[in-house]
């Protein structure tokens, strides 16, 4: 268990995994991920959620040392995603009397993960309820749709702890020292991204609280300047660009287009855009995603194949779809040797997309990069950055 501190009552009893290589079967965790759980302490003791079924046997080894004996009272359910509620059905039956402490969408969705009943002992609670333990009373606030449908999140008013489901999540394991920004913005734009509305009224919700830590089910506890990590969760939710620059996505077959993306690459520069770039084919598109978010400005470059865009290309596209990608500006390079039509097929998808300004000028290449291709990159530099 990796050593994290939150008080002398409430005690971290999560778990480290690296053994992982795709979280949800779909995003790189080089650093593995946490499942993270908490048990409190008191007259009545609860333990905050469970763990994913791939550390059971560690977890309810933390569990039973800080139990020191005693037998748990409640349950919480904060959200009913495997990787957090896997040991329901354990916890029942090890402790029969333990009351199951949710909503009523939550108690909808344990008998379709489990084949017995785990409600005999329940507490079905909704917003604004209270769960006395002793010391401690726990606020129970809905969050639906952040990014389930059942979750809800809680606030321990003696400690002033806020327990926050998977909001201010983060990829990487808790004995890995790293930066939070990058991989909490990845984990947000590719897990939570498209439920921004339902995250802001949430975080309307959580700012009037006299907050001191937030405890998130991913990722580490987070105890200094709130405001910042708040802050962040404001502006991804609201979709707004965390900061000026161009993100460009590009997928070439032959190098051709990729020459002429790093080309618009090396304009944009010079004219003191900073620039991500990314060659669709071979990165982590959930890392082309979280960049897209994160600057202001789109660059899409892609040859036409088979009457069509190029697969890579296609799937970015789809992925930005799904997250609710918008209120970005966007420019367009295509790429054909006798019938290019990515250019279109690339503004139909983009055009789609809410509130994104799309430059009408087109880099039409047909097959190489050739002069005439510079003095139009020019052009939609500039348009780029005049938008």
């Given at each position: 268990?990796?050593?994290?501190?939150?008080t002398d009552t409430v005690?971290?009893?999560?778990?480290?995994?690296?053994?992982?290589?795709?979280?949800?079967?779909?995003?790189?965790?080089p650093n593995g991920i946490s499942y993270n759980s908490y048990v409190i302490i008191d007259e009545k003791i609860a333990i905050m959620d469970t763990v994913d079924s791939r550390v059971t046997e560690e977890w309810l080894s933390n569990l039973e040392t800080e139990l020191s004996g005693r037998k748990p009272d409640y349950l919480v359910v904060h959200h009913m995603e495997p990787d957090h509620s896997s040991n329901l059905k354990r916890i029942c039956e090890k402790y029969p009397e333990i009351t199951v402490v949710g909503n009523a969408k939550t108690f909808g969705m344990i008998p379709q993960f489990f084949d017995s009943d785990l409600s005999v002992n329940r507490l079905e609670v909704k917003e604004g309820d209270t769960l006395d333990l002793g010391n401690h009373k726990l606020t129970f606030i809905m969050a639906p749709m952040v990014h389930w449908p059942e979750v809800m999140i809680s606030y321990e008013r003696m400690e002033k702890i806020l327990f926050s489901a998977d909001a201010f999540g983060k990829f990487g394991a808790l004995d890995v020292e790293e930066d939070w920004i990058c991989e909490a913005r990845r984990y947000y734009m590719n897990i939570v991204g498209k439920y921004g509305v339902s995250v802001q009224g949430v975080l309307k919700k959580?700012?009037?609280?006299?907050?001191?830590?937030?405890?998130?089910l991913h990722g580490p506890v987070l105890k200094e300047n709130l405001s910042y990590y708040i802050e962040k969760y404001d502006i991804w939710s609201s979709y707004r660009a965390e900061a000026e620059g161009v993100t460009i996505a590009y997928a070439s077959m032959h190098g051709n287009t990729a020459d002429a993306a790093k080309k618009m690459g090396e304009i944009l520069e010079k004219k003191g855009q900073k620039v991500s770039l990314f060659d669709l084919s071979r990165c982590d598109v959930a890392e082309a995603v979280e960049s897209a978010f994160q600057y202001d400005k789109l660059v899409l470059a892609?040859?036409?194949?088979?009457?069509?865009?190029?697969?890579?290309?296609?799937?970015?596209?789809?992925?930005?779809?799904?997250?609710?990608?918008?209120?970005?500006?966007?420019?367009?390079?295509?790429?054909?040797?006798?019938?290019?039509?990515?250019?279109?097929?690339?503004?139909a998808y983009a055009e789609g997309y809410k509130s994104c300004t799309v430059i009408e000028t087109v880099v039409t290449i047909k097959s190489a990069m050739k002069k005439e291709n510079l003095e139009v990159m020019e052009t939609l530099a500039e348009a780029l950055i005049n938008a």
């Open positions: 268990m990796s050593k994290v501190t939150i005690r971290y009893i999560g778990c480290d995994d690296h053994n992982i290589d795709l979280f949800e079967n779909q995003y790189e965790v959580a700012v009037a609280l006299d907050i001191q830590m937030i405890c998130p892609s040859p036409t194949y088979d009457g069509a865009l190029f697969p890579a290309m296609e799937d970015f596209l789809y992925h930005l779809k799904i997250k609710g990608y918008q209120k970005r500006t966007i420019g367009l390079i295509e790429n054909g040797s006798w019938a290019p039509i990515s250019g279109k097929l690339m503004r």
